[in-house]
């Protein structure tokens, strides 16, 4: 063999041992779909490399069927990897294929809703030609190291560069604990998963849920008074702590707080972790209403099928109509029983017939507006307790609505003039930078907020805002916590004095420690709205 060919297979046994090490130690691009190569090694292509050269140093060829099998077999790990550094950084969190899977069918759904056909055409296209094409390439990658080990010399230098490799791991690993030389094996994520998947299916992983708590209160601070909960989806402590959103919010906080100081009421914020990030609101939802800690279905399903008293119990107790509003309820929903409601209105009760804006086409000041005609509005009436989640803010984020001043327009079928409805449906979604959209709809949510808190300057009500969860990673950032905003507006003095003392303060702007999880937020209100009876 002449130089130039033998440099040739050199380096082409180069190339394959650094495109499999690639394809399971690259790192996330955030704040996009896209990954960077990284420094770091692959156990799996260093223990491949060591196996082959030991395997034809005993004499013993490389099957085309094993070598198959090991590409396929390099695929999925590939993508597991991949799943898994891109769910940290887009979505804060790693997979769960027991759950996550049965959430795929409505997410897929929602993404197809809201894509532009060439974006989910180009989506479907990829989930069909990148595995082949991984494929393709890596059984090239590993065919080029097989037949590298065939040659004596060759073989030597995998098995010499295999062994240094380990070496040089583990002197890393001492020094830099964690983050070594070594990736975290792709091997080592997978089993997790299918061990979680196994664990979650037989049920083992279930735990005895804890004893309900004592609801029992006489509601003394807010008597009379009309209390709404809600809940202002994705938002997040990301909407203070990251300055792009804060500049960009400032200008409608600070409507807010006009109208709270013009409408003669107070407010005082804390933060609370949440029990779910960058979706699954219904997680926050029920561990705030029954103060007990869900983080999965399996306890939302087994808690919801209990007789517990509630939050919305005292309330009941007491003579009050108590009612959810739920823009984004489609289906029956015969678990909300559980909670025990008067009455729970879902999308289709709501009668919206404006513009379509987002998936469930109503718009956050609808709802609010509607809230209002079936609950606050009318005057010789029981006192409300009034549940309600927003959606105005639900990723993509845009287009977003367009903020209307003449609330007596809203329920209406035409409640935008044609100008700010063209500006609005001329927003697209931009997949790679979400934040801006997410800004300007969190900007809206605030303005529908100081608008009504105007609209109602006359009434008696205890507002409690709170964010569901943080934004995907997409939009909060790598790394970011659990943390969610709560606010408490109320022309009550003692409640806002009894919620500071628990840790809250004065305005708007939140600040740390948190105070307390989302289901211990439940017995901090209760106490802030009355006492043990």
């Not at 993508?79 to 959430?103: C, F, M, P, Q």
């Not at 960009?248 to 407010?267: F, K, M, Q, T, Y």
């Not at 409805?421 to 900007?443: I, N, Q």
């Amino acid at each position: 063999m002449s130089p130039l060919a033998r440099l040739a297979h050199w380096l082409a046994l180069a190339a394959a041992l650094l495109l499999l090490n690639m394809t399971l130690t690259v790192a996330s691009v955030w704040p996009t779909l896209g990954v960077r190569p990284t420094a770091r090694l692959s156990l799996e292509t260093v223990l491949l490399a060591a196996a082959f050269a030991l395997w034809s140093a005993a004499g013993r060829r490389i099957s085309r069927r094993v070598l198959a099998v090991i590409a396929a077999v390099w695929v999925v790990l590939a993508l597991s990897h991949y799943l898994e550094i891109t769910s940290r950084a887009l979505y804060g969190r790693s997979v769960n294929l027991y759950w996550d899977l049965k959430l795929l069918p409505d997410v897929g759904a929602m993404f197809a809703f809201v894509a532009q056909p060439r974006m989910l055409a180009a989506v479907v296209a990829g989930a069909i030609l990148l595995p082949l094409t991984l494929y393709a390439v890596l059984r090239w990658a590993v065919g080029r190291v097989a037949r590298a080990s065939a040659d004596p010399r060759m073989g030597r230098a995998l098995a010499t560069m295999s062994a240094l490799a380990v070496a040089a791991g583990a002197a890393t690993l001492v020094n830099a604990g964690a983050d070594g030389l070594f990736v975290r094996p792709a091997a080592a994520v997978l089993a997790g998963e299918a061990w979680e998947f196994a664990h979650e299916a037989s049920g083992a992983g279930r735990r005895p849920l804890p004893p309900a708590p004592d609801v029992s209160n006489d509601l003394s601070r807010v008597e009379g008074a009309d209390v709404i909960l809600l809940f202002i989806e994705s938002y997040g402590a990301t909407s203070w702590d990251r300055p792009e959103y804060a500049s960009v919010l400032a200008p409608a906080r600070h409507r807010l707080n006009e109208a709270i100081d013009a409408s003669g009421r107070g407010v005082v914020t804390g933060l609370v972790e949440s029990t779910t990030f960058g979706g699954e609101s219904w997680l926050a939802h029920i561990s705030l209403l029954s103060g007990t800690e869900v983080r999965d279905a399996d306890v939302n399903r087994r808690l919801m099928a209990e007789h517990r008293d509630t939050l919305v119990t005292p309330f009941a107790r007491h003579g009050y109509r108590t009612m959810a509003v739920m823009p984004g309820l489609q289906a029956p929903w015969p678990e909300g029983r559980f909670y025990g409601f008067d009455r729970i209105y879902g999308l289709p009760d709501l009668g919206y017939e404006g513009p379509p804006f987002g998936w469930w086409d109503v718009t956050d000041q609808f709802v609010i507006a509607r809230m209002d005609a079936l609950a606050v509005a009318p005057r010789d009436r029981a006192p409300v307790f009034v549940f309600m989640p927003s959606i105005s803010t639900h990723a993509p984020f845009t287009p977003v609505p367009p903020y209307q001043p003449d609330w007596s327009r809203v329920l209406t079928s035409a409640p935008y003039d044609e100008g700010p409805l063209t500006r609005a449906y001329a927003e697209v979604p931009d997949w790679t930078d979400l934040g801006p959209g997410y800004a300007r709809a969190l900007s809206y949510t605030y303005d529908t907020l100081a608008g009504y808190l105007r609209l109602r300057a006359d009434r008696d009500l205890v507002l409690v805002i709170v964010g569901d969860h943080q934004p995907a990673a997409l939009v909060s950032g790598e790394g970011a916590s659990w943390e969610v905003p709560v606010h408490v507006v109320a022309s009550r003095p003692a409640v806002l004095e009894r919620l500071r003392a628990h840790g809250f303060t004065e305005g708007l702007a939140p600040a740390r420690p948190d105070l307390a999880r989302m289901d211990t937020l439940m017995p901090i209100l209760l106490d802030a709205f009355g006492d043990p009876r």
